[in-house]
């Protein structure tokens, strides 16, 4: 997680810098700048990658309880039944 947050920031401040230097800014605004764009971009890259860890895990579960449920039903239909003579013992 720490290395998202790093490449967030980094993206961040790297885009911000060079839109500023591209606008023909003065170089103290452009810093300053481009170091809230780090902060705020490492904020919303650590969110989104959150987000995604939680969304990759639930669809794991849903799949490991989908294949669970489908070998129980295997096991189930594979099993013997039960004949009506053995039931009136």
Do not use: C
Not at 21 to 46: C, E, K, P, T, Y
Not at 62 to 78: F, I, M, V
């Amino acid at each position: 997680m720490r290395s998202i947050f790093l490449f967030g920031g980094f993206l961040g401040f790297l885009i911000v810098a060079v839109t500023g230097w591209l606008s023909d800014r003065a170089v103290d605004s452009i810093l300053r700048d481009a170091a809230i764009g780090a902060l705020a971009s490492a904020f919303l890259f650590r969110w989104f990658w959150n987000t995604w860890i939680n969304a990759i895990v639930i669809t794991v579960e849903k799949k490991r309880a989908a294949a669970l449920a489908a070998a129980e039903a295997e096991a189930l239909a594979a099993a013997k039944p039960v004949s009506a003579s053995a039931k009136a013992r």
